[in-house]
């Protein structure tokens, strides 16, 4: 019969090949119905492709090689893997195994633990299970790809092979660690620094410290070199810090900073305080986030870049069980009730992590409804494939975020978030716009654009005539719409749709402009007239549909001309006819009222 050791092993095994399961599954959903639009993916697809195709680290996302970007080798290990399956779906497979696999140095470290016991193994499953559930983990994982997520099962196999006296293999992986990204470098210095406070003999953290310094300075020259600006470009995040100390301390001591932290270490119960050695492993990259221009607010906990954090907070969990098991056993014989209590205890306060996946995690909570997530029933993998079928391999496209992860198989592929902008990334410098034979995208990412504008001053001013530029370069390309669908559009050189028209000599009636909603065959039109820009605004079209009773059933936001022309950049009041094919929602049998509303946006 197995013994409890092993049982604890198929039980975690289930555990994290459950998780890698979901993961997969819930991934995979997101990419069918176009929801990975933050551009990384399609990056990273594009990098990938060109690396097995001949040209390491190439893109033309941004203007100049993925190393100017980030100094990132490890995309070198997985090129082989894609190269066997080259399809932006293997970048998310692997990635989930990553996550998912990262507990299994820690159990070892348990199983041959000498105070490992039935206690042990139980609170090894609750690690296990804190890191499957963790809401924070799953943000990680589910805002696109990155390479830092890897650095999860690395730190942990690193871990084991210092704990274990593994010397040839924890270098082995504090170098795996160097390869993915220049910061990564400075929790490779923290290990060090670890080892040395832990007075381990000098070749444990010298050279390492050493090589951390130098791999630093080194890859953030090379990416400045590599840059097209001609500088590493996330000093930017930094450049306020010229400000002075007092300032300095202000930014980072904040009740913010306290409730990100407070919130991560509440996800595994609070019992890596008990052993917070391991945090010396997350200093650096919390202190980097913490000294940036944001700040270590709550949204440090929806990106990627908490996951060194996470992880430490996960080897600090096991690191404090032993000290857990040792302290139930000091309190004599009353400790097997004791036991059973503090078990209970801990089975209820998994209802803190619990409360917090259901109300954070992205498995549980519907996004922003202001991103017309509203509209994903009808945005059906169909459509999407309709679209991105009349696209030759060959072709030179200019793609909205939502379809940018789908065309990394390209030589050229431009995204429209710079287009639109028409600046480089955090740079006044002007984004060079290559000759594209098509482009697709949908306006509800220039909406977006128009919307967040104010949180980034290098984007600000761009985004303002973001319209008249994109205009513009489709003229330049000789590109005319082929094919619309909802907010969506497709222009090629062959296009000859006119779904769009803008006639002078209105007469301004209205504070925000007049509008009606009319069949046009079968389609449904918008006629709108805009506001003087003067005193006018920027306007946004909000479609609903009401049951009898009143109640919306379903809303979705659309720019008129498909964000191709903005009220504002008018100098006399003009008006604009857009005609829209609604993809509508599969509704319950009753009657609709459909109604039509014109607002600023905000």
């Known amino acids: 019969m197995p013994n409890k050791a092993t049982w604890t092993w198929w039980i975690a095994g289930a555990f994290m090949a459950a998780f890698a399961a979901l993961l997969i599954g819930l991934a995979f959903f997101k990419f069918r119905y176009g929801l990975y639009n933050a551009l990384d993916l399609g990056i990273f697809n594009q990098v990938f492709w060109q690396t097995t195709h001949g040209n390491p680290f190439g893109m033309t996302i941004h203007p100049h090689s993925y190393l100017g970007d ?44 000498s105070t490992s016991s039935k206690m042990t193994m139980a609170l090894s499953l609750l690690g296990v299970a804190l890191w499957v559930m963790n809401p924070y983990l799953h943000n990680a994982f589910f805002f696109e790809f990155h390479t830092l997520l890897f650095a999860a099962p690395l730190l942990t196999w690193s871990w084991w092979a210092y704990r274990t006296d593994r010397f040839f293999l924890y270098n082995l992986f504090l170098f795996l660690l160097l390869t993915l990204r220049e910061d990564v470098s400075l929790a490779v210095g923290a290990f060090a620094l670890l080892a040395m406070l832990e007075r381990r003999n000098w070749r444990w953290w ?111 969990f096991f690191d404090a069980i032993p000290c857990v098991v040792e302290g139930l056993k000091r309190i004599g014989i009353i400790h097997v009730a004791l036991r059973r209590v503090a078990v209970g205890i801990l089975a209820l306060l998994v209802i803190v992590p619990g409360i917090q996946s259901s109300v954070i995690s992205p498995f549980f909570v519907q996004a922003n409804a202001g991103t017309n997530t509203e509209r994903l029933p009808q945005r059906s993998p169909e459509v999407r494939r309709e679209f991105l079928g009349a696209l030759k391999d060959t072709d030179r496209v200019l793609a909205g975020s939502g379809f940018l992860a789908n065309l990394g198989d390209r030589e050229t ?112 039109c918008l006629k709108l007239q805009t506001r003087h820009p003067t005193g006018g605004e920027d306007v946004l079209v909000r479609f609903t549909l009401a049951s009898e009773d009143g109640e919306r059933a379903w809303q979705s936001f659309y720019l008129p001309a498909y964000g191709l022309f903005m009220p504002h950049e008018f100098e006399t009041p003009q008006s604009i ?26």
């Not at 008990?274 to 492993?281: F, H």
């Not at 700040?295 to 060194?308: A, M, N, P, R, V």
């Not at 104010?454 to 719409?481: M, N, Q, T, V």
Request: with cysteine; proline share 5%.
């Open 70 to 113: 980030h100094f990132d080798l490890f995309i070198l290990l997985l090129a082989p893997i894609y190269a066997a399956i080259p399809r932006p779906e293997t970048l998310l497979v692997l990635q989930a195994l990553a996550v998912a696999s990262a507990p299994i140095p820690l159990l070892l470290l348990a199983k041959f633990s």
């Open 206 to 316: 010298a050279p390492q410290m050493l090589a951390s310094v130098v791999w630093f300075l080194g890859a953030t020259a090379i990416s400045s070199r590599l840059n097209t600006s001609g500088a590493y470009k996330f000093f930017t995040f930094y450049s306020w810090m010229r400000e002075g100390g007092t300032r300095i301390v202000e930014h980072v001591f904040t009740q913010a900073t306290l409730r990100t932290l407070g919130l991560a270490i509440s996800s595994f119960l609070a019992l890596p305080m008990i052993v917070p050695r391991a945090l010396i492993l997350a200093i650096p990259s919390i202190a980097a986030i913490a000294l940036s221009n944001g700040g270590l607010d709550t949204s440090f906990l929806t990106t990627h870049y908490q996951i060194i954090f996470l992880t430490t907070l996960l080897i600090a």
């Open 413 to 524: 592929l431009m995204a429209l978030h710079y287009a639109y902008i028409g600046k480089k990334q955090f740079s006044t410098q002007d984004f060079p716009l290559p000759p594209i034979d098509a482009a697709l995208f949908d306006s509800d990412e220039i909406l977006r654009l128009v919307v967040i504008k104010e949180r980034f001053d290098w984007a600000r001013w761009g985004i303002h005539d973001g319209s008249r530029r994109l205009r513009a370069y489709l003229d330049r390309e000789d590109l005319a719409p082929e094919k619309t669908f909802d907010d969506a559009i497709l222009f090629t050189k062959t296009g000859n749709l006119t779904p769009f028209v803008v006639q002078g000599d209105a007469t301004e009636e209205t504070q925000l402009g007049v509008f009606e909603l009319q069949a046009c065959e079968t389609r449904l």
């Open 577 to 602: 006819t857009t005609e829209w094919t609604l993809a509508l929602p599969n509704l319950l049998a009753g009657a609709y009222e459909a109604r039509a509303t014109l607002e600023t946006i905000e």
